[in-house]
């Protein structure tokens, strides 16, 4: 599955935080903290951009997918 072009970070903290348990733990600037406890505990930055950057996403989604156990194209189907 091809990584959507204009996603932009908002859209994605708010997916993330909905369906995979993330919350909001601060933000400096641009960059949003977000943090999850299940099953263990991690924290990611999300840039709050208009539009992220293909590498970026790509390596905001490897990572919720390896924390989680699931795949990529889970999280997109949830975009």
């Known amino acids: 599955m091809k990584l959507p072009r204009d996603l932009s970070g ?5 997916t993330l935080c ?13 960059q949003v903290v977000l943090e999850t406890d299940t099953p ?5 930055v999300v840039p709050a951009h208009k ?3 293909v590498g970026t996403l790509s390596a905001i ?4 997918a ?3 156990s ?3 194209e889970d999280i997109l189907k949830a975009l």
């Open 51 to 53: 539009n992220l950057r």
């Open 40 to 44: 263990s505990h991690q924290c990611l």
């Open 70 to 72: 699931v795949t990529r």
């Open 18 to 30: 909905r369906e995979w348990g993330y919350r909001r733990a601060g933000q400096v600037g641009s």
């Open 10 to 14: 908002e859209q994605l903290i708010r």
């Open 66 to 68: 390896s924390h989680k």
């Open 61 to 64: 989604l490897r990572s919720v």
